[in-house]
């Protein structure tokens, strides 16, 4: 599993952003039996989770700072994964992360980085107010 992040850009408040993971090393079934979750880092800031889906697409979590916003989902055929982010505000800034875990180990704790094995690179995300 290689992980590989990208969409971020610069974008002004209340505009929309969509970000990509795609397993550029998989087999085309990688998130068909993986969680996958987003996480962000802000400059001289702990990384918080965001949203995740189970394999399968079956459940989405979401941290309530995001709720309404985002929309995590999942494309099997193109083995990617997207987190749609409308409504986007300066406080979305950040570094963003994708994650990939065995749904077994992560449980029922989707917001816990330890629970994934496969990180991507991060791509940067910049909301101006």
């Known amino acids: 599993v290689q992980l590989q992040a990208s969409g971020g850009g610069l974008v002004q408040a209340g505009g929309s952003l969509r970000l990509s993971c795609a397993d550029s090393?998989?087999?085309?079934?990688?998130?068909?039996?993986?969680?996958v979750a987003w996480f962000r880092q802000a400059p001289g800031m702990e990384r918080e989770s965001v949203a995740s889906?189970?394999?399968?697409?079956?459940?989405?979590y979401y941290a309530d700072s995001v709720k309404g916003r985002f929309t995590i989902s999942t494309d099997n055929a193109k083995n990617t994964v997207y987190l749609q982010m409308n409504s986007l505000k300066p406080e979305d800034t950040g570094a963003y992360y994708c994650?990939?875990?065995?749904?077994?180990?992560?449980?029922?704790?989707?917001?816990?980085?330890?629970?994934?094995?496969?990180w991507g690179q991060g791509t940067q995300v910049t909301v101006s107010s």
């Open positions: 889906i189970s394999w399968l697409g079956s459940r989405t």
């Open positions: 994650a990939a875990g065995d749904p077994r180990v992560v449980g029922g704790k989707w917001d816990s980085e330890s629970k994934y094995t496969y």
């Open positions: 090393a998989g087999s085309g079934r990688t998130f068909s039996s993986k969680n």
